[in-house]
């Protein structure tokens, strides 16, 4: 889809990534360290000591966790990479994961690498809320992880505590491992982010992955990190070393200074997300689009059929030639139940405002 936007010279509103850099001040760490020769060999496997450390007083500032950061702490090649490498770590072939659908695309690639089975949890519109008695249901034998993304992509769900405080208990009496995708952590609007971690008897069950790429909107460096008990993370690593081995080098030292940026970056992220949020969900609800207000991430997920449409593979093909913009259909995000997304599509609004109204401009041929 990025290649048509490029090609149609549409506003691309498909891929989630930031057309505006993370601070410049970041940036400058990073490239001080190019040229101090900080990173520019191997760093350490598990993640150079000061970003590991600066993981740990993360986790410490905003959500009262105690990690050790030598031993409780694994930076990975992106939130992806920690994904990939637990869940191949923890997983054995013809085991059980539930997670949500619609699902991040690695996820349905990394369970099938893994060979174990994926069970859906599927969220349905309007309020995408997880069906937790339906979780407990889908519970067998063979059932050894959930894999939990809040605040979600692509619908912006954000679990509540209540319903996060379920999934541990539930993750108690059966004996599951979770791991849980926070990459959007600090991209919420209203409802704060909760970590599963923080629920008692969570901490030695959870594998907790974050992401800098998108906390400092520097997508492109592929810097995250996963935390957990020492066996956890261990098992993480072993597996870690043969993914990549390690990764990113300097721009470790740059995220170790991010990471104690003050609240007011945090907050000041957030706000700017959701003034974002409110402009794209007013200005496509004018259109005609349904609209599903996010709670979190920076992703709208809308429903074409109140513009008559059906089908929103076929929308979305045609959405660069008919008004100049890019956009995701749903329906990709939805392995196995493909007719739950049929009529819905996802917009990225982590863009400028201008682009945003550029996007709501040309996009208001569809409702004439
Ligand atoms: C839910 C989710 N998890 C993980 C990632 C990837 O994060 P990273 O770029 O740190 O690998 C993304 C990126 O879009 C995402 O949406």
Not at 226 to 253: E, H
Not at 268 to 291: P, T
């Amino acid at each position: 889809m990025s290649a048509r936007a490029a090609a149609t010279g549409s506003v691309n509103l498909g891929q989630g990534f930031p057309d505006v850099d993370g601070p410049s001040a970041i940036a400058e760490r990073a490239a001080a360290a190019v040229l101090a020769g900080q990173g520019n060999q191997y760093p350490p496997a598990t993640g150079i000591p000061e970003l590991r450390q600066a993981v740990a007083r993360h986790q410490q500032r905003f959500y009262g966790l105690d990690y050790d950061p030598d031993t409780e702490v694994l930076i990975t090649a992106g939130a992806t990479e920690a994904i990939a490498a637990a869940l191949l770590a923890l997983l054995e072939p013809g085991d059980e994961v539930i997670a949500f659908e619609p699902y991040y695309d690695s996820y349905v690639a990394n369970i099938a690498m893994a060979g174990a089975t994926r069970v859906p949890l599927t969220l349905r519109a309007p309020g995408f809320r997880p069906d937790l008695a339906e979780l407990e249901s889908k519970i067998t034998g063979k059932t050894r992880l959930l894999l939990l993304n809040s605040p979600h992509n692509p619908t912006g769900m954000v679990l509540t505590r209540a319903e996060t405080e379920a999934i541990a208990r539930i993750a108690v009496d059966h004996d599951l491992l979770v791991v849980t995708d926070e990459a959007y952590e600090h991209l919420t609007f209203g409802r704060p982010h909760v970590p599963l971690a923080t629920i008692e008897g969570m901490r030695g069950r959870v594998v907790s992955v974050g992401s800098a790429g998108k906390t400092f909107s520097f997508t492109g460096w592929k810097v995250g990190w996963a935390t957990g008990t020492p066996d956890l993370i261990s098992a993480v690593r072993t597996t870690k070393q043969f993914l990549t081995f390690v990764s990113s080098g300097p721009f470790q030292y740059a995220v170790a200074e991010a990471l104690a940026l003050p609240d007011a970056y945090y907050t000041d992220l957030a706000a700017d997300l959701r003034a974002k949020r409110d402009l794209m969900s007013a200005g496509l609800r004018e259109i005609g689009f349904g609209v599903y207000q996010p709670d979190g991430t920076y992703f709208i997920t809308t429903d074409i059929s109140p513009l008559g449409e059906q089908d929103a593979m076929e929308f979305c093909l045609a959405l660069p030639d008919r008004a100049g913009v890019v956009a995701i259909p749903s329906a990709v995000f939805y392995d196995d139940h493909p007719a739950d997304g049929r009529t819905m599509v996802r917009f990225a609004f982590c863009k400028r405002q201008e682009v945003l109204k550029e996007a709501l401009s040309r996009l208001s041929v569809l409702g004439s």
